[in-house]
C-alpha cells in the first residue's frame, strides 16, 4: 500500500488586502485528501 503526504505553499491572491498584500496558505495533502491552513502570515503577491 502506497501513502502519500504532500505540502505547498501557496498565496490567495483573491484575498488581497487594501494595503496589497495577500494571505499565505499551508496545503496539506495526505493519500489525496487536502486540507488548507493559513499561515497568519501575509506577502506582496509580487514577491
Given at each position: 500500500?502506497?501513502?502519500?503526504?504532500?505540502l505547498?505553499?501557496?498565496?490567495?491572491k483573491?484575498?488581497?488586502?487594501?494595503?496589497?498584500?495577500?494571505?499565505?496558505?499551508?496545503?496539506?495533502?495526505?493519500?489525496?485528501?487536502?486540507?488548507?491552513?493559513?499561515?497568519?502570515?501575509?506577502?506582496?503577491?509580487?514577491?
Open positions: 500500500m502506497t501513502k502519500t503526504f504532500n505547498l505553499f501557496l498565496i490567495k483573491s484575498k488581497t488586502k487594501a494595503d496589497g498584500t495577500a494571505p499565505i496558505y499551508l496545503r496539506i495533502i495526505i493519500n489525496g485528501k487536502q486540507k488548507e491552513i493559513a499561515s497568519k502570515r501575509y506577502i506582496e503577491p509580487e514577491k
